[in-house]
């Protein structure tokens, strides 16, 4: 059974930074591609980050300079370093991971960012 766990969310002034991590269990992680994802309410999912297994990086624009994705294959870990954060970055942040045809979710961890 795959499994996906995040953690590292809370609370944090603008400008401050915060940094999630995501344990990953029940899959060959090394092959797998992995990414952050967050939601706000009444939003749809968006693209926050993702790291292939060869380590490519890819950036939505919004956080591109501020956040970086990396991951770690002995830890079976992926992890986002997040600085500068703002008050439109508070969303739930999620794990994904992708190997083959198959999609994986975490339970997701709140970020809020005050002002």
């Known amino acids: 059974q795959v499994q996906l766990v995040e953690s590292g969310g809370g609370l944090v002034q603008a400008g401050g930074s915060l940094r999630l991590s995501c344990a990953a269990s029940g899959v060959i992680f090394r092959l797998t591609v992995m990414g952050w994802y967050r939601q706000a309410p009444g939003k749809e999912r968006e693209l926050v980050a993702i790291i292939t297994s060869g380590g490519g990086t890819s950036y939505a624009d919004s956080v591109k300079g501020r956040f970086t994705i990396s991951r770690d294959n002995a830890k079976n870990s992926v992890y986002l370093q997040m600085n500068m954060l703002k008050p439109e970055d508070t969303m739930v942040y999620y794990c994904?991971?992708?190997?083959?045809?198959?999609?994986?979710w975490g339970q997701g961890t709140q970020v809020t960012v005050s002002s």
């Open positions: 994904h991971g992708r190997i083959g045809t198959y999609d994986y």
